[in-house]
């Protein structure tokens, strides 16, 4: 085996059993001084149903215990802060802890949704302003923070989208997607009512307008695209795909997941989009990852708005309000305002990054993945023929002579200290690696990862064994990835 220590792994990752099986009965983390007043039983004090009966098998640990068990778990996890991350599409950029304290300001984190307007000002402001930022970097118009997700800002926009038809008494009932897009895109347009047709990418990996053309008709209310798209490729026809959708009244719908390309270079609003989505958690720097909140505004044109989700921010003068008086709207997406603690940290990465930081942060995410992309190829099989945006993909073409297959390559990545990058996807390159390394990563970060990639190169040629049994250094080897999602079983131990 190849030394993947000197890439930066060591194997000291603590087992550790389960919460449940450590302690003794009566250990615990606490010790009060004696009652000095005379005690009574809790029953004669609350009546019997509001008693909590006893847990069975409840864990009666020690502090050190409690401290111990969930530090070593947390390490047996991978994250940004631990390592490098680049799972392609998901913009795994390092996020600055200057955004979670701003997010902790207790004027913000002790905030109630209920809470007075006039108490609310600053944090009213800052939506306010917020959404401004977000138009200014996005080329729109408005914005409504209210969704929680990307791909709930993508039903977000077809709704909005479906009711700008509607007030104009069309009802359209299809949307053009290409065969490269995100899973969330057919997703959102078929739980918004609509059939998805497919259009076929070209040669070179992006949209031709000959052949929207072909399928747009004045029943398509809408066609959605990612610029740049899942293959990290920017669509060069864009101004005329925009032409033929509007021509026959529909939509220009942006799938925004891949902004990390475009800040301070080019604006969506500026190629023909009219509605937009923002990942606040990959573009804008919130922990994201697991399932965890993150928030997808949305950016519209102005013959959008009367559309828009309730309560929007508005400014009288020096005050903010909510204001609910939008007849057409399409009501509220998402409780309240939406995840504000996402919004804080957005708002604090724009407003520390300013205007030229957040274009320096593009150009530096497209230069890191021009020179990973630039330094593999050759040693792996690059499916189209050009420089990329900020991401790029691969395939295990040159490692199957060897009976290596992407998920053997991932796999053996994590022996040297990486997470993955995003396999299989987009599904029209067969056997995809796409790989996103973003701005945050050093010169020598990004050479010991390529270094890595090579290694793998080279094993697969001369010891495809060790690629197709790995991982060899993680807590658990290779998972029957079915059956640990259907019967997970957490004990480190083998189960008895
Ligand atoms: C991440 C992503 C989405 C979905 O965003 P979520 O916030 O995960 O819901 C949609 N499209 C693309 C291209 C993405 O990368």
Redesign the pocket.
């Known amino acids: 085996m190849s030394d993947s220590a000197e890439i930066g792994v060591s194997d000291l990752k603590l087992r550790e059993p389960l919460i449940f099986e450590r302690g003794a009965p009566a250990r615990q983390a606490f010790s009060l001084p004696e009652c000095d007043v005379p005690q009574q039983p809790l029953a004669k004090l609350l009546p019997e149903a509001l008693l909590r009966k006893d847990i069975e098998g409840f864990p009666e640990v020690s502090e050190v215990e409690v401290v111990r068990h969930f530090t070593r778990i947390s390490q047996w996890n991978f994250g940004v802060d631990y390592g490098f991350y680049p799972l392609g599409?998901?913009?795994m950029k390092y996020n600055p802890k200057l955004n979670e304290e701003a997010a902790s300001i207790s004027g913000f984190s002790k905030a109630h949704p209920y809470q007075p307007q006039h108490l609310s000002q600053g944090l009213l402001q800052l939506m306010h302003e917020l959404e401004s930022d977000l138009c200014e970097i996005s080329g729109m118009d408005r914005a409504s923070l209210q969704p929680a997700?990307?791909?709930?800002?993508?039903l977000t926009g077809l709704m909005l989208i479906q009711a700008y038809h509607r007030a104009r008494g069309e009802n359209r009932g299809k949307v053009i997607l290409p065969d490269s897009?995100?899973g969330?895109?057919p997703a959102s347009s078929s739980l918004c009512g609509y059939q998805a047709v497919e259009v076929t990418s070209g040669h070179n990996g992006c949209v031709e307008p000959e052949k929207v053309a072909e399928i747009m008709d004045e029943n398509v209310a809408a066609m959605m695209l990612?610029n740049p798209n899942?293959l990290g490729l920017f669509e060069e026809r864009i101004l005329d795909i925009a032409r033929i959708v509007h021509e026959k009244g529909g939509l220009l719908y942006c799938?925004g997941?891949?902004l990390n390309a475009l800040m301070g270079i080019a604006r969506p609003g500026d190629m023909g989009f009219d509605v937009i989505?923002f990942?606040l958690?990959?573009t804008f720097s919130t922990p994201?990852g697991g399932g965890g909140p993150?928030a997808?505004p949305v950016g519209i044109k102005e013959e959008l708005s009367p559309f828009l989700p309730v309560p929007v921010v508005i400014k009288e003068g020096e005050d903010y309000t909510l204001s609910y008086d939008l007849p057409q709207s399409i009501g509220k997406v998402r409780s309240f305002y939406g995840n504000i603690g996402v919004m804080i940290k957005a708002y604090a990465y724009i407003r520390s990054m300013g205007p030229e930081g957040l274009k320096e942060a593009s150009e530096a995410a497209l230069i890191n993945a021009n020179y990973i992309m630039t330094r593999l190829q050759g040693r792996y099989h690059k499916p189209y023929d050009k420089y990329c945006m900020h991401e790029f993909v691969l395939t295990d073409k040159l490692q199957n002579k060897h009976g290596v297959q992407t998920l053997d390559i991932a796999k053996r990545l994590m022996d040297y200290g990486y997470h993955p990058p995003t396999i299989y996807f987009p599904i029209i390159v067969k056997g995809a690696m796409m790989i996103e390394p973003t701005e945050t990563e050093t010169r020598e970060d990004l050479d010991l990862f390529i270094e890595a990639m090579l290694r793998i190169a080279d094993e697969a040629e001369n010891d495809p064994e060790i690629v197709k049994s790995a991982p060899h250094k993680t807590l658990v080897s290779r998972l029957d990835e079915a059956r640990a999602a259907r019967k997970p079983n957490l004990r480190w131990r083998p189960s008895g």
């Open positions: 599409s998901c913009t997700a990307g791909a709930h800002g993508e897009s995100h969330t895109n990612t899942t799938d997941a891949n989505q990942n958690h990959k994201h993150g997808g």
